[in-house]
Structures are given as structure tokens and as C-alpha cells.
């Protein structure tokens, strides 16, 4: 059995970091991906994926991301379900990442923000070019 999940867009609001009671970090945030057609009046429209990452990951991405930025998650599709305070079963839908990629550079704005808080960096650009000279293509 399979289950994967590839999903490209857009953060709607910066990711929230959480820690639970026995130390792991977890990152929410939800991204916009835009459909593939416009709708009856010409409009393009969106869904909204919840987005869950556990971990370093959660914390690299807490750090690193804000709101309006495009990146790519890879990861598993989870459906959860608990019984609501006032009754009644609800379920959640969202996607668990194993990996993101951002897709575009941060604004010059973003980059001296970045160097204020700590000398955070992009972890994933290095990779990226490391990685690039291994293409077997």
C-alpha cells in the first residue's frame, strides 16, 4: 500500500511551534495550493491543506518560513478522529511532512531578519546544490 503526498504552494500564516508534554517539537501551518482551472466567474481557486512536521524538521520550519512563502511538502495523508467537547466524533484531515523544500529565496527583508535572529540560514539550499552535481541526468 501506498501513501504519499506531494503538494506545491503557498503558506497562508507563518507556522506555529508547539512543544508537547514529553519534549518533540510540532510545526502547524497550512498551505494554499491553487487548483488547475478558474471557476465559473474567471477566479482561480485554492485548497487549504493543513501541514503537520514533527521533530528538527518542525523547528527548521518554524524558523525559516513565513507567511507567503513557496515551498513543497512530501509526506504521508493521516485522518484522525476525537470526540468533541460538546459531543459527537470530528475528524481531521492533514498531511504529516517528511520533507519540504523551499522553492524560492527569501526577500533581502526576510534575510536580515534571518541574520538578526541567530544566523539562521536555509537549510535545504547547500543541499540542493551538493545535490546537483549527482543528477544522473
Known sequence: MLN????IGRLTRDPELKY???G????TFTLAVDRGFTNQQGEREADFVPIVAWNKLAETLAHNLV???LIAVEGKLRVRSYEAKEGGRRYVTEVIADTVQFLEKKSSDAKEQEEQDDGLKDPFAEEEEKNF???PF
Do not use: Q, Y
Open 4 to 7: 504519499r503526498v506531494i503538494l
Open 20 to 22: 508537547t508534554p514529553n
Open 24 to 27: 518533540k517539537a510540532v510545526a
Open 67 to 69: 507567511k507567503g512563502r
Open 133 to 135: 552535481d549527482e543528477v
